[in-house]
């Protein structure tokens, strides 16, 4: 199975007007703004080189409880993502893909999204 991406098992969604980050339709639209944010700041961050939603953000049975998972690759392991959109803190688990267990890195990678790719590498 390859790492991330892995369309077949995910559930094409209705993209909201305004956004337009990578993958988007495989985003539950009750957090494509949520994520849209993060994206943003994504892209300002030059240490982040892939962002992947995984979780309930990519589920059919995702609701407005449901929190918002993110696992950042990142070019120094000794930095860690700051540039969080503050509004939007409690409602999200970070996690980086250096620092994550065997069980936790076989599901993001089998079931993860990419929504930001800084080095084309997932597309």
Known sequence: ????????????????????????????????????????????????????IFGSGVEFGCHSFSDLDICIERYDSERGFRNYPEEYMEETDIVYSDTVGSRLREEIEKKGIVVFDREGIYV
Do not use: W
């Open 1 to 52: 199975m390859k790492k991330y991406n892995n369309y077949d098992l995910h559930f094409r969604f209705e993209t909201k007007k305004g956004v337009d980050f990578l993958n988007a339709e495989y985003i539950h639209p009750l957090k494509q703004q949520l994520v849209q944010s993060y994206v943003t700041c994504f892209r300002q961050d030059p240490n982040v080189k892939t962002g992947i």
